[in-house]
């Protein structure tokens, strides 16, 4: 098995990251449970990546969880948002911009790798902005440099209209960490996906995509461009998520989206699963 800082190359399965294991200890508060608190791993940024089912499974490590799970403070606030849709596709998030990153591992060896890993899991989709958005379509990068890098790419470019605060290269979505201000809602975000058809949801710095579980969350069916990039664990790999390749023809269904909601709702939260501690 590798353990490694960060994950430097795309492994197929991958731990949860620190963000995801914020939410997963929101979650068991809520529900009563206590928090998982021995997660020195998580806290140092270690994470198991491996190609193995059985070793990712076997894996002592609390990184190793089968599913990322939301709290309810999250999807619950999400289901109040309006259902309607007013954009086909939709993007929020990082471009990995040089020098976005502002973390711990920014000017590190390790940081520039990780950087450079997002760089390459996000290239396509510059081409599929350019190739499908229109002036129905809401594209917004929130790396902290985007606004003094990016180039307008067209009407349907909010990144440098847009007046939200970028403190850092993540918005306020409830990463910036567990008990520091990581429990807040970004409602911009989570409206924005909730009113669109379709979700850009490629993988960063780590294999699998967080937006990949909102877009399930918000009725909004997800694009990728690798199967790869539809899960983070063997226990997630067999869930029949419903997304669309780069490479299909896309056609919003919203029996998909219907079907997508359930499975979030049963294997990714605990309201509603049988996947309790």
């Known amino acids: 098995m590798e353990i490694r800082t960060m994950i430097l190359e795309n492994r197929k399965y991958t731990g ?49 969880l089968p599913y990322a799970i939301f709290p309810k403070r999250i999807y619950g606030q999400v289901s109040s948002l309006p259902r309607g849709k007013l954009y086909n596709f939709n993007f929020i998030g990082g471009n990995f911009y040089e020098g976005s990153r502002k973390g711990k591992y920014c000017s590190t060896e390790l940081g520039l790798a990780q950087q450079e890993l997002g760089q390459k899991n996000r290239a396509w989709i510059l081409d599929f902005i350019k190739e499908r958005f229109n002036i129905n379509s809401y594209l917004e990068f929130t790396d902290a440099g985007a606004k003094g890098d990016h180039v307008e790419l067209g009407e349907f470019d909010y990144t440098l209209k847009s007046e939200r605060p970028k403190e850092d290269d993540y918005s306020d979505r409830g ?38 579980y909102e877009a399930l969350m918000c009725e909004s069916i997800p694009i990728v461009n690798s199967i790869d990039e539809t899960f983070r664990s063997p226990a997630e790999e067999k869930l029949d998520y419903k997304y669309y390749l780069t490479t299909d023809d896309i056609e919003y269904r919203q029996d998909w989206a219907d079907h997508n909601l359930e499975i979030f709702m049963q294997h990714h939260t605990f309201e509603f699963s049988h996947h309790k501690q």
Request: charged residues 30%; glycine residues 10%; hydrophobic residues 30%.
């Open 175 to 212: 990463q910036k960490g567990y008990g520091e201000g990581g429990r807040g809602f970004d409602k911009h975000y989570y409206s924005k996906m909730k009113s669109s058809l379709f979700t850009l949801c490629p993988a960063g710095d780590h294999m699998y995509s967080i937006r990949f």
């Open 16 to 64: 949860l990251t620190a963000s995801m294991m914020w939410k997963y200890n929101e979650s068991l508060e809520e529900i009563g449970k206590e928090k998982i608190t021995n997660c020195e791993t998580m806290e140092k940024g270690i994470i198991v990546v491996t190609d193995s089912a059985e070793q990712f499974e076997n894996c002592d490590s609390k990184s190793t």
